[in-house]
C-alpha cells in the first residue's frame, strides 16, 4: 500500500500517474500535477466514466461547451463518457493530487 | 456538488454516511466517523467489493482472520467482496472521514 501523500516529488516536470488500484474493470489512480494542463492539444474523449477528487492542491476542468469547474481540495466532478473535457488550470507553485475512479460506462 | 470537507458536524453521535455517486453498479460513500466501531457486532460480510481512503483522521480495520490495518490520511485498503471485517478503532477526539468505493465482484 503507498500511501496517497508520500514520496511525492518536490518538483514535476510531467504528470505523475500512479495506479492504485485495478480490478475487473474498475481503475483507481493517483494523479499528481503541477501547472500542467491536460492533454497537451485537444480534448480528452473517454470510453470509460470517470469519477475525480482533489486531495491537494486545486485544478480547474473545462469542458466543450464552455463550462468550466474549479476544484479545490475536497471538491469532486463526475465526467461522463466520451464528455469532452481538459484540464486547464493546476496551481503552478504547488502540487495538485488528484484521484480518479474509471469505470465502466455501461453494464459489462 | 458537496465539498467533501464541507458542514462536518462538530459531534459525531452515529457514524455519518453521504452517497457522493451512485451509478451503474458503482457507489461512492463519504462516512464520517468520531470513536465509532462498526458494526456493532458482528463482521461485514459485503457482496461488493469496498476501496477505502482515510482523508482525515485515522481508523483501524480488523480482518476475521486477525489482521489488524491502521489507516491514517492518504492510506488505503482493497476489501475483497466477503471478507470480513469491521473497523475495531476510529479517533475518539476528531472527525474520522473515509471515502468508499464500492464496486461489483464479478462482471454484470
Do not use: C
Amino acid at each position: 500500500m503507498i500511501n496517497l501523500f508520500a514520496n511525492l516529488p518536490e518538483q514535476l516536470d510531467a504528470e505523475l500517474v500512479t495506479t492504485l488500484l485495478r480490478q475487473d474493470r474498475l481503475r483507481i489512480e493517483r494523479i499528481v500535477s503541477q501547472g500542467h494542463t491536460a492533454p497537451a492539444e485537444g480534448w480528452y474523449d473517454q470510453a470509460e466514466h470517470e469519477w475525480v477528487l482533489v486531495l491537494q492542491g486545486g485544478g480547474t476542468v473545462e469542458f466543450e461547451d464552455g463550462d468550466r469547474v474549479q476544484l479545490g481540495v475536497g471538491d469532486h466532478l463526475n465526467i461522463p463518457a466520451h464528455s469532452r473535457h481538459r484540464v486547464v488550470w493546476t496551481h503552478p507553485d504547488k502540487l495538485t493530487v488528484w484521484l480518479a475512479v474509471f469505470y465502466p460506462a455501461e453494464p459489462a
